[in-house]
């Protein structure tokens, strides 16, 4: 294993948006007991600060790989390409409308967890509706500006659903 590799690289999988989740995870288990600090307790220093590093260098690479949104992120970042998520806040007055129609829901539904329910099960499949989009624009066309700007809508989408998460915690307790 090598610090230097990238982590698709690391797990042994193609640098693509769509990856074998159980290959990922199968690999994951595999690395973890490869090079868990546990098996090297009786070893030299050197040894146990290594296979630290190294762990944490593979649960690292796989939070990453598992969430399609930082995957996402990541391949950007590879290719080379800033998604620009703090300075480039532009976004298609449609998209932002749609934002804000989901806002206003998410707010008349916060006394009623079904309706937040069904709202959140509304987003998720247009987030799959986007997250399919942008397989297409990083596996398939190879369009990085365009996955650019798909990231950061998603990265909308993501924070409305852990708006609603949230919502839906409150109204439990």
């Given at each position: 294993?090598n610090?230097?590799?990238?982590?698709?690289?690391?797990?042994?999988?193609p640098?693509r948006?769509?990856?074998?989740?159980?290959a990922?995870e199968?690999?994951?288990?595999d690395?973890?007991?490869?090079?868990?600090?546990?098996?090297?307790?009786?070893?030299?220093?050197?040894?146990?600060?290594?296979?630290?590093?190294l762990?944490?260098?593979?649960n690292?690479?796989?939070?990453?790989?598992?969430?399609?949104?930082?995957?996402?992120?990541?391949?950007l970042?590879?290719r080379g390409?800033?998604?620009?998520?703090?300075?480039?806040?532009?976004?298609?007055?449609?998209f932002l409308?749609?934002?804000?129609?989901?806002?206003?829901r998410?707010?008349?539904?916060?006394?009623?967890?079904?309706?937040?329910?069904r709202?959140r099960?509304?987003?998720?499949?247009e987030?799959?509706?986007?997250y399919?989009?942008?397989?297409?624009?990083?596996?398939?066309g190879?369009?990085?500006?365009?996955?650019?700007?798909?990231?950061?809508?998603?990265m909308?989408?993501?924070k409305?659903?852990g708006?609603?998460?949230?919502?839906?915690?409150?109204?439990?307790?």
């Amino acid at each position: 294993m090598n610090l230097n590799q990238n982590h698709f690289e690391l797990f042994g999988l193609p640098a693509r948006f769509a990856v074998d989740a159980a290959a990922l995870e199968a690999r994951y288990h595999d690395l973890q007991r490869e090079v868990h600090p546990d098996r090297f307790a009786a070893a030299p220093e050197i040894e146990r600060r290594a296979s630290m590093q190294l762990a944490t260098r593979v649960n690292e690479a796989y939070q990453i790989l598992k969430s399609p949104l930082r995957r996402a992120v990541y391949i950007l970042r590879l290719r080379g390409v800033d998604p620009e998520f703090e300075t480039n806040t532009a976004m298609p007055p449609q998209f932002l409308i749609e934002q804000m129609s989901w806002r206003e829901r998410i707010e008349e539904g916060s006394e009623d967890p079904e309706a937040l329910v069904r709202l959140r099960g509304g987003l998720r499949e247009e987030s799959a509706k986007i997250y399919e989009k942008l397989r297409g624009q990083l596996d398939e066309g190879g369009d990085d500006e365009a996955a650019s700007g798909t990231t950061r809508m998603l990265m909308f989408y993501e924070k409305l659903d852990g708006e609603i998460d949230d919502k839906l915690a409150e109204l439990e307790t």
